[in-house]
């Protein structure tokens, strides 16, 4: 635990939830207030890795004008002072192609991802780490184009 962190973990769970609630209000500059200087967000499933507010917010964008319909629900969301967890549930509608999406990802299919994220905060309680992990092969299999039937 950093010894500058409050020793409230309700902080960071509320941080967490605004967090999503502006990426389902498709608030991309909204969503990158709360990550602090020189932060490290990293999807590991995409292989991406970002370290700035202008490229975060402009991939958001990218995603949220893919699939405009997204939305992100935390199922199960733990914190401890300086940290927090949540798994979660992402739906939505592919409307365009998203850079880094298999094949089986096409327009008009039909999402619904599940992963976990991991946070961590700094003194400002700005975020300094996120990590989301998940499978794109759990994507594909969780992908309905209305031709499989699939879904899960």
Request: net charge negative; with cysteine; proline share 5%.
């Amino acid at each position: 635990m950093p010894e500058h962190a409050p020793q409230n973990p309700a902080v960071e769970a509320e941080l967490v939830t605004r967090l999503i609630a502006a990426i389902n209000a498709q608030d991309a500059q909204g969503a990158a207030a709360f990550y602090a200087e020189g932060f490290i967000f990293e999807d590991i499933a995409l292989g991406l890795c970002v370290r700035d507010h202008r490229v975060y917010s402009t991939t958001l964008d990218a995603w949220l004008a893919a699939v405009p319909d997204t939305w992100s629900e935390a199922r199960t969301l733990v914190a401890c002072p300086g940290s927090a967890a949540a798994t979660w549930v992402v739906t939505g509608t592919l409307a365009t192609v998203f850079p880094g999406l298999p094949e089986g990802f096409v327009v008009g299919s039909k999402i619904k991802v599940r992963g976990a994220s991991v946070f961590t905060f700094g003194p400002d309680m700005k975020i300094t780490r996120h990590e989301d992990y998940y499978s794109l092969d759990a994507q594909v299999l969780q992908t309905d184009s209305g031709t499989t039937g699939g879904g899960a």
